[in-house]
């Protein structure tokens, strides 16, 4: 069965069905990486299952990230093996057999600079993040290190400034659309049998007499209706919100969050020629040169972040310190007028211990579970790469004793797209051929969708004129637009350019160039009138404006302040039918 997400046309019904029907096993708050992986564990156990977002799937950190899927070096220098070597096992899983279609290899540079001590000293490192990559592993997916001199620098990153290192160790790691694996998630969940629905806030945790949590009382931010689902348990994982979801509970403990903001800059790939990455590091953080397939994903920032959570900018400050820090080591200086795109996310830094004494389960220095009250726990802390293993820690815990006898299954469940990815690259010629697309476009796709490219071809089948790319964003085909409204439940046109797609970071001007190509398409699909669609093209260029401005402004305060004062886009779209 064809997985397809609630749309505007039947989530009412949906959420109807939520308040009205049997009791949940499990409700999951929160719809990034981990309450994706949450909502995907529970029910994969059998468990009857449902998970909320407030926003669109991966709106908040989970879709900024810096777009890796790796062990984690610096982890190695403060000699938490057990945390690299867990990591590194969820990475092998990912390209091996769970996401091999989301998931690929990519290779860095790691520059050496001092010839007598440095190079046996990373080598060691690298050499033993190496081997934690294959212990336990049938097939493993990555090549081993490889020493290379200046020439062999200069063969894989021909802009290297001269002088900028003596040579580098050459290593793999992995490389993820972060949105695209979040989504994937969410269907697949969908698919057996999860109930999931964006842009729904949980505003309250009812309790029964025995004071347990019963469930949530959801708004759907739609509409403004809200409704309570009764759920056996509740597992909340909203990130740098994790406070305030706990608030709502009237709970005096849980966890403790900071937010910390990274930004990354998208320049294009043929203004630096090399075909690795490379890792530099900074005084304040790790600094990564990301190869993509139209261009580079260069950061990152790690500055503390006390403005608005839901509208994190990168400022002038900003770009111009990850431009100042990427330029150590490149040849040809970039500049502002180099940077096409940028964003920023928030990362949500947990802190030591709880806000209290109940029950809590301490996983790694990466992440903590912990029941705050009864029936509702919480998650916080990870990173994208082991989102399964703290998925199934979640429910773990929420189960109790039930767990031994319903075992997580994720490691063994492939994601929408995983099966019959591998045949179909062999057959991408003529998998296209009858849609007049190249052998490159039908590998994209497949990079992006796998297997279930099939419900894109079955969309130009009844449509053949969505055969054709956008005109003003050609790495699309007009049927991804169709299809993030029919199958992947885009409300609105900004999650098009957010999620389904990339475009307001990866193409110039925030993909504005296909905005009322885009506009037309969804309006179509999703049946809006011509005054709100307008209302959509004009929420989302406001957005691009705001960030715009925002990213001429040094001051984070300020920056923040012209971002906030952008209503979203469910305000503006109701501003505008008023």
């Given amino acids: 069965m064809s997985p397809r997400l609630p749309s505007a046309g039947n989530r009412d019904a949906v959420l109807d069905e939520l308040a009205d029907g049997p009791e949940l096993d499990v409700l999951v708050v929160g719809g990034g990486v981990t309450g994706a992986g949450i909502a995907l564990d529970a029910v994969s156990r059998g468990l009857r299952t449902a998970i909320v977002e407030a926003q669109d799937w991966a709106g908040g950190t989970s879709q900024w990230s810096s777009k890796l899927v790796h062990g984690g070096l610096r982890y190695l220098q403060q000699l938490d093996f057990k945390l690299v070597a867990e990591a590194l096992r969820e990475r092998e899983l990912l390209l091996d057999s769970l996401a091999p279609h989301l998931v690929k290899p990519v ?24 081997a934690l990559a294959h212990v336990g592993a049938k097939n493993a997916t990555m090549p081993i290190q490889r020493h290379l001199g200046m020439k062999g620098v200069k063969e894989a990153f021909p802009d290297v400034k001269d002088g900028s290192m003596v040579g580098a160790i050459k290593y793999w790691d992995g490389k993820v659309d972060d949105a695209r694996l979040v989504l994937t ?88 020629s090399g075909e690795s990455g490379l890792i530099l590091q900074t005084e ?27 509208t994190p900018v990168a400022t002038s400050a900003d770009i111009d310190y990850v431009i100042e820090h990427a330029n150590v080591v490149l040849d040809k200086p970039l500049t502002r007028d180099d940077v096409i795109g940028t964003y920023a996310g928030l990362r949500p830094l947990l802190q030591p211990g709880t806000k209290g004494d109940e029950q809590s389960t301490k996983i790694s220095r990466e992440h903590t579970v912990t029941e705050v009250l009864p029936g509702l726990v919480a998650i916080a802390g990870g990173k994208l790469t082991t989102y399964r293993v703290m998925a199934e820690d979640a429910v ?6 039930r767990a031994k006898d319903l075992p997580s299954v994720t490691a063994k469940t492939p994601l929408l797209g995983a099966d019959g990815y591998l045949p179909l690259t062999r057959q991408a010629g003529s998998l296209g051929a009858p849609y007049g697309w190249t052998e490159q476009q039908v590998m994209r796709m497949l990079d992006r969708y796998g297997s279930a490219i099939s419900e894109i071809t079955e969309l130009v089948d009844e449509r053949p004129e969505l055969a054709a790319p956008l005109q003003g964003a050609p790495a699309y085909l007009r049927a991804e637009i169709v299809h993030g409204c ?59 404006a705001a960030q715009d401005a925002a990213a001429a402004i040094a001051d984070e305060p300020a920056a923040a302040a012209v971002r906030s004062e952008v209503p979203d886009v469910v305000e ?7």
């Avoid at 290779?107 to 190496?130: K, Q």
């Avoid at 773990?396 to 004793?401: K, V």
């Avoid at 029919?486 to 990339?502: C, I, K, N, P, S």
């Avoid at 309006?523 to 669609?533: I, N, S």
């Fill in 107 to 130: 290779p860095f540079l790691y520059p050496i600079t001092h010839r007598a001590w440095e190079r046996p000293y990373v080598a060691a490192g690298i050499g033993l993040y190496d």
């Fill in 185 to 272: 998630l969410v269907r697949t969940a969908a698919r057996l049998g999860a109930t999931a629905v964006p842009r729904a806030k949980a505003v309250s945790f009812p309790q029964d007499d025995s004071g347990r949590v019963s469930g949530a009382v959801i708004r759907d931010l739609e509409t403004g209706r809200d409704r309570t689902v009764r759920a056996k348990s509740v597992i909340t994982a909203t990130g740098v919100w994790t406070e305030k979801t706990q608030d709502l509970a009237g709970a005096d403990g849980g966890l403790k969050v900071l937010a910390s903001k990274g930004i990354h800059i998208i320049v294009p790939r043929e203004r630096i």
């Fill in 284 to 310: 304040k953080s790790v600094l990564f040169v990301i190869p993509w397939e139209r261009y580079w994903i260069i950061g990152t920032t790690d500055t503390p972040y006390h403005q608005e959570l839901s």
């Fill in 396 to 401: 773990d815990l929420a189960l109790g004793s």
């Fill in 486 to 544: 029919t199958h992947e439940g885009a409300l609105h046109l900004e999650d098009l350019f957010d999620v389904r797609t990339r475009l307001t970071w990866e193409a110039p001007n925030h993909g504005l160039d296909a905005v009322e190509e885009i506009a037309d398409l969804a309006a179509e699909a999703l049946g809006w009138d011509h005054a709100r669609r307008d209302a959509e093209v004009r929420s989302y260029r406001d957005r691009c």
């Fill in 572 to 578: 503006a779209v109701a501003l505008a039918a008023r």
